[in-house]
């Protein structure tokens, strides 16, 4: 056992939900490594200075969430290409002065998936959102090789210019994109339907009517921690349902791994997360 103690943390605002903690303790317990993670919350007016602060007190590498993922990719010295292409960071680490990014939210949603049994290659999919959630995910659901995807978003400039900034990723590996308005998806020839939306969360409201819902689908809602009601309608129709807990435990998982250079087991910490670790 290694006695001298590592600090990370998970920063956002509001961060109090977060199960990140739980997770990479979970993952730390596997290989009897000595670490401190904790949840920070950080006011966003000052979040670049309490970056540089904590990187003072040592600690060795920080997971961003909401509403940080694009101000912690503007601070970094040195991203992945990844990273760069989602203009989006997770994952930082402190290393002999520098800050280095990535983003391991897209790692975490094709694995879940995968866990899942949910087959993304020669798929038609549907991504419901043009933010950051979304946008995030695009690299490494791109590169899982479905048939095609639809992004359905309220407004539908902001689709076109998320659609034009992956059309040459996407049309190198064979995926078509496509766009349309969220009033007018139809819910119809999806195999799976992700919900990248903050709607939820805003509201309460679901991306879609209740009417729009297929029982062949397959639904998966970013959101994690709380039954949405694209989840409920999605029960409700019969059909498979997933929220973002084991994108979570993924992309924590692929932080880890950046950090320690080991590949935790993700089914114990999903185990230990439904026991309320």
């Known amino acids: 056992m290694n006695n001298h103690i590592k600090k990370y943390a998970v920063v956002g605002h509001p961060i109090h939900h977060s199960k990140s903690p739980a997770i990479h303790q979970c993952f730390a317990d596997e290989f009897g490594l000595s670490i401190r993670y904790e949840k920070i919350d950080i006011n966003p007016e000052h979040f670049v200075d309490k970056i540089h602060a904590l990187r003072n007190q040592n600690y060795l590498g920080l997971n961003i969430t909401l509403p940080f993922k694009a101000d912690a990719f503007a601070m970094c010295d ?85 659609v034009n900034k992956w059309h040459s990723f996407a049309k190198g590996n064979g995926v078509e994109l496509r766009v349309i308005e969220l009033h007018a998806f139809n819910g119809q020839g999806y195999d799976l339907v992700i919900n990248g939306t903050s709607s939820a969360l805003l509201d309460g409201s679901s991306p879609i009517a209740d009417h729009l819902f297929q029982s062949e689908t397959v639904y998966y809602d970013m959101t994690y921690g709380v039954e949405t009601r694209f989840i409920l309608n999605a029960k409700h129709k019969g059909a ?24 935790p087991n993700l089914h114990l910490a999903a185990k230990a997360l439904e026991v309320g670790l």
């Open 78 to 162: 040195e991203v992945t290409a990844t990273s760069r292409m989602t203009g989006s960071v997770n994952t930082l680490t402190f290393i002999d002065g520098k800050i280095y990014g990535d983003t391991t939210d897209g790692i975490g949603i094709v694995r879940d998936l995968d866990a899942k049994h949910i087959v993304i290659k020669d798929s038609h999919l549907a991504i419901l959102g043009a933010g950051g959630a979304s946008n995030g995910v695009m690299f490494d659901v791109i590169n899982a090789g479905p048939k095609s995807i639809t992004l359905a978003n309220r407004t539908k400039t902001k689709a076109d210019e998320m």
């Open 240 to 263: 498979q349902y997933f929220d973002g807990l084991g994108m979570l435990i993924g992309q924590a998982a692929a932080s880890f791994t950046i950090w320690h250079k080991l590949q």
